[in-house]
């Protein structure tokens, strides 16, 4: 079982930036081997994709935060960061941390969320 932490989620103007943080209870190994995720969801809205970054440090980021939003990790922490800039009110959602390691279907971990707020 994996424990995921986020943090530093909060209220911001647009323009402005946060950096989101998770903190994994797991081995070093097995974070180490995991893929790395951050959604997010809005009131209404179904739960999408914002970034994720692999065992290897590939990095995906969705369009809609290509160019504002930055994912990293930090494998000596066990920790995933995902740094947020030019803030928009549209990205106003609970942002959630996703663990994922082989076989998917059975290691698929999720934190509680942070929520971040972003006002016009």
């Known amino acids: 079982q994996a424990q995921l932490v986020e943090s530093g989620g909060g209220l911001v103007q647009a323009g402005g930036s946060l950096r989101l943080s998770c903190a994994a209870s797991v081995s070093g190994t097995i974070f180490r081997i995991s893929t790395m995720g951050w959604y997010r969801q809005a009131p209404g809205k179904q739960r999408e994709l914002v970034a994720y970054?692999?065992?290897?440090?590939?990095?995906n980021h969705a369009d809609s935060v290509k160019g504002r939003f930055t994912i990293s990790r930090d494998n000596a922490k066990n920790t995933v960061y995902l740094q947020m800039n030019s803030l928009k009110p549209e990205d106003t959602a609970a942002y959630y941390c996703n663990l994922k390691y082989y076989p998917y279907t059975v290691n698929d971990y999720w934190g509680q969320g942070t929520q971040v707020t972003v006002s016009s």
């Open positions: 970054i692999t065992s290897t440090g590939s990095t």
